[in-house]
C-alpha cells in the first residue's frame, strides 16, 4: 500500500476511527516504512504535547477582569458591601438624588394627573423603592427599576403636596436631597416635599 | 445555598438576578482552560492573558445573550475564537504595515510563534528539540486547521461540539483535523528528503 493512501489511515488511527481491518492494513505498512512510522509518532507526540503541556492564568488575572468590569461599570463589587456598612448621612453625598418632575400633561386634563418621574443615582442600592403620602408610605409596592446605575419609576400623582423619601434597601431612609422643599419627619431626619400645585 | 458546587447555570442565574461578584467565581472556574487555549492560538503569554480578559469582560456584558441550552464553556470558546481571530488579524496587518512590505496572507494565515514558557511535560517522553520541531511544524498550518486541532486535542472536544463552536458544520470541523493531520505528514516526508 502506498504511503499517500496510508496517511488516511493514521489520521484515522489518532482519531480513534480505526477497523480491525484497517489497523492490520496499517501495522503491516507500519512495519516496512520509517517515514510513516516517524509520522504516526509526530501525531501522536503532538497530541500529547497540546494536551498534556498547559498554561495557567496568572494569579490576579481574576482581580484584573473584576477590575476592568468595575471601571466599565463603577459599583460592581462594592455595592452588596456599601448598603450594609454606609450609615445614612453617608448616603446623601453618595446619592446625587435628582426629582426630574417632567410635568408631562396628562392626557386626560379632565384629572389633571400629573406624571412625576422620580429619579436616584445610587448604583449601590440593591433595591429602592418610594413611600410617601401618595402612596401611604407603603415602603413595598412602588420599587424604582434600575437601569445603568439610575434608579427611576414614573407615577401618576394627583395635584396635592405630598412628603415622600427613597427607601433603599428596605431599611435606609433617604430623603432626596434635591428635592426643592424638606420638612422634619419627627424621627431626626427629613421627609422630601414635592408640591404639585406649584410645578 | 447549593449542596454541592454550583453548576455555571446556577451561578449564570445569581449573577443576572443581581449577584454580580458571583462572575468572580465564574471566571476562577474557566480562567485557565480560556488562558490556555488562547496562548496555544497566539503563542504569546502576555496577547493571551489582554485576550483572554477580553473573553471574560465580553462574557459578561453579554451574558444577558447566553443560551441556557448551550454549555458556558463552549460559549467561551466561540468568544474566545473570534476576539483571537480579530486580534491577530490586527497585529498582523500591523506586522506588514510595520515591515513595510506586502506578506501574502490568504485570510487566516497568521503566523504562529511558540509559546513562550509553560509548564512541561514532566517525564520527558518528548524531547526539547522534537517539541520546539512539533511547535514548529504546527506554526505553518494554516491558522482554520490549526483552531480546530486545537479544540479537538488542547480542549478534547468532540466534532459536534467544535461545530457549535466554531460554527462550521461537523463534516468540515473533520475535513480540516485531515488537513492538518496530511500537512503535517507532508513534512516529514520532506524533512526525510532533505
Same mark, same amino acid.
Given at each position: 500500500?502506498?504511503?499517500?493512501?496510508? *496517511?488516511l489511515l493514521i489520521h484515522k488511527k489518532i482519531e480513534k476511527k480505526l477497523t480491525l481491518n484497517e489497523e492490520e492494513l496499517l501495522n503491516k505498512h507500519l512495519d516496512e516504512c520509517s517515514v510513516c512510522q516517524e509520522r504516526v509518532a509526530l501525531l501522536s507526540k503532538m497530541e500529547l504535547l497540546l494536551k498534556k503541556e498547559r498554561a495557567s492564568a496568572?494569579?490576579?488575572?481574576?482581580?484584573?477582569?473584576?477590575?476592568?468590569?468595575?471601571?466599565?461599570?463603577?459599583? @460592581?463589587?462594592?455595592?452588596? *458591601?456599601s448598603h450594609i456598612f454606609f450609615p445614612r448621612w453617608q448616603l446623601v453625598p453618595v446619592a446625587i438624588a435628582v426629582l426630574a418632575i417632567l410635568v408631562l400633561p396628562f392626557i386626560?386634563?379632565? #384629572?389633571k394627573v400629573i406624571m412625576v418621574r422620580f429619579e436616584l443615582q445610587l448604583p449601590s442600592a440593591q433595591v429602592v423603592s418610594l413611600a410617601?403620602?401618595?402612596?401611604?408610605?407603603?415602603?413595598?409596592?412602588?420599587?424604582?427599576?434600575r437601569q445603568n446605575g439610575l434608579w427611576a419609576v414614573e407615577l401618576p400623582i394627583n395635584p396635592g403636596r405630598y412628603q415622600y423619601v427613597f427607601v433603599i434597601d428596605s431599611k435606609e431612609w433617604l430623603p432626596?436631597?434635591?428635592?426643592?422643599?424638606? *420638612?422634619?419627619?419627627? @424621627?431626626?431626619?427629613?421627609?422630601?416635599v414635592l408640591d404639585t400645585t406649584r410645578l | 445555598m447549593f449542596q454541592n458546587e454550583p453548576s455555571d447555570l446556577e451561578l449564570i442565574s445569581l449573577i443576572l438576578s443581581g449577584q454580580k461578584d458571583v462572575y468572580a467565581t465564574l471566571v476562577n472556574r474557566h480562567k485557565d482552560t480560556i488562558f490556555n487555549l488562547v496562548n496555544r492560538m497566539t503563542g504569546n503569554l502576555q496577547d493571551a492573558e489582554d485576550i483572554s480578559q477580553d473573553v471574560f469582560l465580553q462574557a459578561y456584558k453579554k451574558l444577558k445573550e447566553f443560551k441556557l441550552e448551550y454549555k458556558f464553556s463552549n460559549w467561551l470558546y466561540t468568544i474566545a475564537l473570534n476576539i483571537t481571530r480579530n486580534?491577530?488579524?490586527?497585529?498582523?496587518?500591523?506586522?506588514i504595515i510595520h515591515l513595510d512590505k506586502l506578506i501574502e496572507?490568504?485570510?487566516?494565515?497568521? #503566523?504562529?510563534? *511558540?509559546p513562550a514558557k509553560e509548564e512541561t511535560i514532566e517525564d520527558t517522553l518528548i524531547k526539547k528539540e522534537e517539541r520546539e520541531q512539533i511547535y514548529q511544524m504546527l506554526k505553518k498550518l494554516p491558522v482554520k486547521y490549526k483552531n480546530v486541532m486545537f479544540l479537538r486535542y488542547v480542549e478534547n472536544l468532540s466534532y459536534k461540539e467544535i461545530s457549535q463552536i466554531t460554527g462550521l458544520p461537523i463534516g468540515t470541523v473533520e475535513t480540516y483535523i485531515f488537513r492538518g493531520h496530511k500537512l503535517l505528514m507532508e513534512m516529514v516526508s520532506e524533512k526525510q528528503v532533505k
Open positions: 500500500m502506498k504511503c499517500e493512501n496510508i *496517511i496568572p494569579s490576579n488575572f481574576t482581580q484584573k477582569v473584576l477590575d476592568r468590569i468595575q471601571d466599565k461599570e463603577p459599583f @460592581f463589587l462594592s455595592e452588596r *458591601i386626560s386634563k379632565r #384629572q410617601g403620602d401618595f402612596n401611604n408610605w407603603d415602603t413595598q409596592t412602588c420599587k424604582l427599576k432626596d436631597p434635591k428635592a426643592k422643599n424638606f *420638612i422634619d419627619n419627627g @424621627f431626626g431626619s427629613k421627609n422630601s | 486580534y491577530l488579524r490586527k497585529k498582523n496587518f500591523l506586522k496572507t490568504e485570510d487566516d494565515e497568521i #503566523q504562529l510563534e *511558540i
